[in-house]
Every structure is written in structure tokens, then in C-alpha cells.
């Protein structure tokens, strides 16, 4: 009696698991647009395992799987019976992911939808909350841009809140900052995004930092500044310690150096911040953005 009743609560637990799965899937699915007038849904899928998101992405899921992507659904349409349209809706698990996988995609923000968008050659991407969106048309025209307006703001609207960013987001120095440069990101690689540093991990870069990439630009010179969140202050001494062994030992103790071609370098930490400058124009600007940076990040903590 006691083994059948374990059986019996074990196969209700396990339909209670599925039907909490399904209906999270369908509730995925359902920010996306459904069939009307005019567009019709041709087929839909969600993708959760990572097996299956590899087969589907064909080169490309490793980013999204370093910004801890958890699920996809997509649905393929067809627009007044010749455009084949498609919409996917990445489930990243947090805001700060979400919009690192947009700013790595990105080249602008050019329309306004969730909480940064661009449209861009038949493709538009946003993001909002912890999700980000990619819809694409294999062809445009104006009635086909229209509609892919419509289907971002719809898929927004179903989404509904707005999604907040770390603190550190908001230390990030705005004078003189290339709109739109923000890059966050999880992967050592992507230190090198805007301008080569090292292959190798030398600031200690793992899913538990927060790295920001921010372009800078002044007498028509651009810079950079790297901001690094850690874990904890010990994080923050070892991985400061190595990048300034790897790069010039000097650093540790100058703080700021000038380099061959007459640029400035410029690294120091404070607390659980790791702050790095590359190609200042300057020694004043290389200290006023580490400087503004630990104030403003001071002043959030």
C-alpha cells in the first residue's frame, strides 16, 4: 500500500512539473504575436535544451549561453501572404544580461521600443526586462518595416515591466561618453571589443563580474574605460595585481603611464572595482574618468 501511494504521488508530482513547464513555455510564446488579418503564424517552437538551441542558432549560441540564456521561442509568419516574417524571444534570466546580449549586438539606438532598440536593414532588436528581442523580415519595404514596428511594440507591451540594471551601470562617468557604447559582457574575449588588450584573461573576467566597456571621446581621440565589478574585495586585489603585472608592472604604483605614441594608460582599484583606461588623450583624462567612476560608484553603494 505504502509503495503504490509513493508511486501515486510521485506521478502527480511529475504531471504537476510538466504542466508548470508547459505552461511557462506558453507563456513565453504567448508574448509573441498570434495569427490576425493579414499575418499568419506558420509554425512556432520553444527551445530550452542547450543540444537543440546549438542546432538552431548553427555557430552563434555561444553567446547567448555565456550571457545566461535559459529559453527561446520563435514563431515564422507570413505577411499578407508573400513575406516571411520572424520573431524570437530570448529569455536571458536578467536584465543585465539581456541588455548585454542588445549592446553586443547593436550598432545604435534608433527607435523607440522597450528599453533600447534598433531597426537596421529589415532586422529590429530591442530589449526589455530580462528578455531580448530579435524580429526580421527576409524582405522590405515600408509596409513590412510598419508591421515589424507593430510586432515590437506588441511583443513589449506583453512583456510589460521594465527591467533594472546593476548599480554600476549607473557609476558609468557621461562626459564626453559615444552614445550607445555601453558593452557589457561576462567573457574575457570580449575585452577586446573596441580595442585590443591581451587574449588572455588577465583581469580574471567570469560570470560572477560585471566588466563595462564604455568609448570615450575627446578631441576627436577615442578611449576607453573598462569598469569590473568582483564578487568580493579579494577578487578585485588578485585580479588588479595580475592585469597590472601582464600589462606594465609600473602601474601598480604610477597609477597612470604614458605609452609610445604618447597616449595614457591608466589603472587602480577601489573596493570590489577594478578601473582600467586605455589611449587617454591625456593624464587628466585618464584620472578623471577613474576618479568619477569611484565617486559616482561610491556614491550607489
Known sequence: MKHQALIMISTLLFIAAAGHA????????????????????????????KE????????????YLNYGFKKLAKRNYLFRGSHQLKAEIFDMG???????????????????????????????????????VSIFAHQENEEVRRQLDQMARYISDAIGQRGQLPGIFDAIPQESLV??????????AWQNRYRYISNAN??????????LLNKYKAARQPHYLMMLEYPDEKKARKAYKKATG????????????????????????????????????????????????????????
Open 202 to 211: 588577465i583581469f580574471n573576467i567570469d560570470e560572477n563580474v560585471r566588466a
Open 52 to 63: 537543440d538551441f546549438y542546432r538552431y542558432i548553427n555557430g552563434g549560441a555561444e553567446l
Open 22 to 49: 508547459m505552461n511557462e513555455d506558453s507563456l513565453l510564446m504567448d508574448h509573441l504575436p498570434g495569427s490576425r488579418e493579414n499575418l499568419q503564424v506558420e509554425s512556432e517552437e520553444v527551445i530550452v535544451k
Open 94 to 132: 536578467t536584465p543585465a544580461n539581456a541588455f548585454g546580449v542588445f549592446s553586443y549586438s547593436r550598432d545604435t539606438v534608433n527607435i523607440d521600443v522597450g528599453q533600447g532598440a534598433q531597426y537596421m536593414g529589415g532586422s529590429l532588436i530591442f530589449w526589455q526586462d530580462r528578455y531580448f
Open 246 to 301: 601582464k600589462l606594465v608592472p609600473r602601474l601598480r604604483k604610477e597609477k597612470a603611464l604614458q605609452d609610445e605614441q604618447g597616449l595614457w594608460m591608466g589603472c587602480d582599484r577601489k573596493g570590489r572595482l577594478l578601473l582600467f583606461v586605455l589611449d587617454a588623450p591625456g593624464r587628466e583624462e585618464t584620472f578623471y574618468l577613474i576618479n568619477r567612476a569611484a565617486e559616482k560608484y561610491r556614491q550607489i553603494n
Open 179 to 188: 552614445p550607445t557604447s555601453t558593452f557589457y559582457f561576462h567573457h574575457h
